[in-house]
């Protein structure tokens, strides 16, 4: 399963260090969201995504790293059903 990271706590240490209050009012969400995005337990929306891209002045791809996990040969074998085994 895709996982996406962000690096949103490193960015408001970067803006004077910027608190996850200000960030939230920046993109119009709160706080509450801040705090599980930077413990990587939200993907936010699209809109949500850019809203807070926008608030760094960053690019969305500069904040958010979509990363495919390694898949081993045996989970690809075993995940089409092979019996070959």
Known sequence: MPEIANCIRRLRFDHDEMTQE????????????????EAGKY????ALAFKLARAFNRRV???FKYEIPVQ????????RGDSSR
């Open 72 to 79: 081993r040969e045996d989970e690809t074998s075993s995940s």
């Open 43 to 46: 993907t936010p929306s699209l």
């Open 22 to 37: 200000e960030l939230a009012c920046k993109a119009g969400c709160t706080r509450q969201t801040i705090i599980a995005l």
């Open 61 to 63: 791809e500069d904040v």
